[in-house]
């Protein structure tokens, strides 16, 4: 009796255990980030991993449906896929858009969007910044010159 209660036990622990190893269970795929903003002209990179043992990753321009070309692994070309890093330098606005990671046997995959933007033009902001100094010395040179007449105005009676 004793010992199949002890045997119960040590079924319940080992099923316990299992469960817990699954949920642990690593994603067959991750992103470094599933959007990558980029400045204009900057280099970007994505990293893609697989957890699955033997396979690599392959990336592709655009998504499942656009089956755009694979990004080669040659570090001459402007964009480029090396051991699951994507690579961008000098990016233009010609890279703005969706990218595929997929394992090598094609089960599973991952879209990883870059975003390229401008630096904002702080023109705008710079002409309201001299507008308002200006402003502030023409109030300044008034209550100057206001003030110097005022106190001509004061000393002429007494003259
Ligand atoms: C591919 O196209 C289908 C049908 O138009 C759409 O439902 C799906 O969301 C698209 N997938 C992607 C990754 O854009
Ligand atoms: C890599 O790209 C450069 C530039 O386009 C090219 O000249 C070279 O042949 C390429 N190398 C390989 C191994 O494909
Ligand atoms: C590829 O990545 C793995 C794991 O990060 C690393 O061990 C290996 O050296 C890398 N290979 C190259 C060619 O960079």
Not at 41 to 49: A, I, K, P, R, S
Not at 117 to 145: K, R, W
Request: hydrophobic share 40%.
């Amino acid at each position: 009796m004793a010992a199949s209660r002890y045997f119960l036990l040590l079924l319940f622990v080992i099923l316990a255990t299992s469960a817990t190893a699954q949920d642990e269970e690593e994603e067959p795929l991750t992103l470094s980030a599933l959007i990558t903003a980029v400045q204009l002209g900057e280099t970007t990179e994505v990293t893609c991993e697989t957890s699955l043992e033997g396979l690599s990753v392959i990336w592709y321009v655009g998504n499942t449906n656009t089956s755009g070309n694979r990004i080669p692994a040659n570090e001459s070309l402007q964009m480029h896929a090396i051991n699951g890093t994507l690579m961008i330098v000098s990016t233009t606005k010609n890279f703005h858009g969706q990218y595929l990671c997929q394992t090598s046997d094609g089960a599973h995959e991952l879209i990883a969007e870059i975003h390229v933007y401008e630096m904002p033009t702080y023109f705008t902001e710079g002409m309201i910044i001299v507008g308002i100094n200006a402003g502030l010395v023409v109030i300044f040179f008034g209550c100057a010159v206001y003030t110097f007449f005022q106190k001509r105005r004061k000393k002429k009676p007494e003259v």
